[in-house]
T-cell receptor, first 117, second 115 residues
Framework: EAGVTQFPSHSVIEKGQTVTLRCDPISGHDNLYWYRRVMGKEIKFLLHFVKESKQDESGMPNNRFLAERTGGTYSTLKVQPAELEDSGVYFC???????????????FGPGTRLTVL | AQKVTQAQTEISVVEKEDVTLDCVYETRDTTYYLFWYKQPPSGELVFLIRRNSFDEQNEISGRYSWNFQKSTSSFNFTITASQVVDSAVYFCALSGNTNAGKSTFGDGTTLTVKP
């Protein structure tokens, strides 16, 4: 079974440009999450989809970030316009289901390393 | 609010040494889950273990063992007889029942095992 995949693995862009990151979750996983790790610090939650709906987007830093999950399959995270502080590693994760209030294990992709110059 | 603290930023050991990675957490949730992930040089996060707050039994998986102590809010990870392939960044994470979809991570501990 294929794991979570992310594309691209690396992206180098200039400040002010737009970048779109893609995540393909494990097949059958309704829950999809975006996280990022900036400057070697902790991995921070960005948002959580349940199928195509945004369940929690409390971690999105500002309105330059837009996440979508049309059809409840893959997801995209667009940064427009990118700023220097957006540099970091963006991780995507997926999990099967959340039963009541019990979190399911999240399986992570390899991440996209974004560098904004 | 939830918080996970991994006080050890970097640890370096020589092969075959035992090493313990510390994890201390804070949460107001009555039910919560703790996780450990490994990030090898290739970059992906590899799930290692999931433990719920009602199960304080220690767990052993090969050379890996975990010590969960609710009294000290700690979930420490020990690697016995370390190997070079254990070199990686290790993350401890917490997810509580009030927001089950959101995991809070520590800063990670970089473990280097030298031959």
């Amino acid at each position: 079974e294929a794991g979570v995949t992310q594309f691209p693995s690396h992206s180098v862009i200039e400040k002010g440009q737009t970048v779109t990151l893609r995540c393909d979750p494990i097949s059958g996983h309704d829950n999809l999450y975006w996280y990022r790790r900036v400057m070697g610090k902790e991995i921070k939650f960005l948002l959580h989809f349940v199928k195509e709906s945004k369940q929690d987007e409390s971690g999105m830093p500002n309105n330059r970030f837009l996440a979508e999950r049309t059809g409840g399959t893959y997801s995209t995270l667009k940064v427009q316009p990118a700023e220097l502080e957006d540099s970091g590693v963006y991780f995507c994760a997926s999990s099967q289901e959340i039963i009541g209030t019990s979190p399911d294990t999240q399986y992570f992709g390899p991440g996209t390393r974004l560098t904004v110059l | 609010a939830q918080k996970v603290t991994q006080a050890q930023t970097e640890i370096s050991v020589v092969e075959k040494e035992d090493v313990t990675l510390d994890c201390v957490y804070e949460t107001r949730d009555t039910t919560y889950y703790l996780f450990w992930y490994k990030q090898p040089p290739s970059g992906e996060l590899v799930f290692l273990i999931r433990r719920n707050s009602f199960d304080e039994q220690n767990e052993i998986s090969g050379r890996y063992s975990w010590n969960f102590q609710k009294s000290t809010s700690s979930f420490n990870f020990t690697i016995t007889a370390s190997q070079v392939v254990d070199s990686a960044v290790y993350f401890c994470a917490l997810s509580g029942n009030t927001n089950a979809g959101k995991s809070t991570f520590g800063d990670g501990t970089t473990l280097t095992v030298k031959p």
